[in-house]
């Protein structure tokens, strides 16, 4: 598998990736595929003057080059990828994750490596929306303040079982994977998967730093091994300090002290 770190990506694809302005989101998984690679990408939603309606016209209203209509953000454009050299239009999170992975040396090369990094992302990801509906329980369109008394059951729940089933799961796998070191959850190399379960465990960290300070002792491998292995690569000290990271605000991680531990 290619090492992410050595070399800048050089490419002649224009990737373009849609998703909302002004927060980390779902959209900051593929973000931090094509930073910690080095790999040139427009982020539409915040490099463009009118990004938020670019974005709302190409996932939901948009439908051209044969590609079906879409649903929600974030979406992945590909220049000339599409049928017929039209351009591409991938949806889903971990959807455009597996089809960057091989093309940014993000997975393993065979068929078992591949399928084991996208079940780690989507289990990581099962985590960021049981993060998200910690605030938003009841409905999501409602104000967390018309359901604060369900967010804080919810949040309760979350801190004391659900968080330790998680962290408990991806301990297991780390110490697993001999090759790792206790550094990566598949094989010996960054993948997709390590940069998913550091974005959550980063997001959990904001929203919940009493709870994930209580916590990072009983997750030695996690904690020091894979998430502060991906936070001291260059590339993604360089992408934090910049102004193209997002900070974390109205998107799935939010702090609001009382749904933390007390």
Do not use: C
């Not at 915040?46 to 670019?54: F, L, P, R, T, V």
């Not at 590609?67 to 017929?84: K, T």
């Not at 104000?143 to 991806?170: C, H, M, S, V, W």
């Amino acid at each position: 598998m290619a090492q992410p770190e050595a070399k800048r990506q050089k490419t002649d694809t224009v990737y373009e990736l849609l998703y909302w302005p002004g927060i980390p989101g779902r959209g900051e998984f593929v973000r931090l595929a094509f930073e910690v690679t080095g790999t040139p990408y427009k982020d539409v939603g915040n490099e463009e003057k009118d990004g938020a309606s670019q974005v709302i016209k190409a996932v939901t209203e948009e439908v051209k080059d044969g590609n079906p209509p879409g649903y929600a953000p974030p979406a992945l454009r590909v220049s000339g990828a599409g049928r017929d050299g039209k351009n591409l239009l991938i949806h889903q999170t971990p959807n455009i994750l597996m089809y960057l992975g091989p093309k940014l040396g993000l997975v393993p090369d065979d068929e078992p490596g591949k399928l084991w990094v996208n079940e780690l992302t989507l289990t990581a990801l099962d985590l960021n929306n049981e993060a998200h509906d910690t605030h938003h329980p009841i409905g999501v369109t409602d104000y967390y303040e018309d359901q604060k008394d369900e967010a804080l059951k919810k949040a309760k729940d979350f801190r004391e079982t659900r968080i330790p089933k998680y962290f408990g799961y991806f301990e297991k796998v780390l110490k697993n994977n001999g090759e790792g070191k206790g550094q990566h959850l598949v094989d010996s190399s960054l993948t997709f998967a390590d940069l998913a379960v550091f974005h959550v465990v980063d997001g959990l960290t904001f929203a919940f730093p009493k709870e994930i300070k209580a916590r990072k002792k009983d997750y030695p491998l996690l904690f020091t091994k894979l998430y502060d292995g991906v936070n001291e690569l260059e590339s993604i000290k360089d992408y934090m300090n910049s102004d193209r990271r997002k900070p974390y605000s109205s998107g799935i991680f939010r702090q609001y002290p009382e749904l933390d531990r007390q």
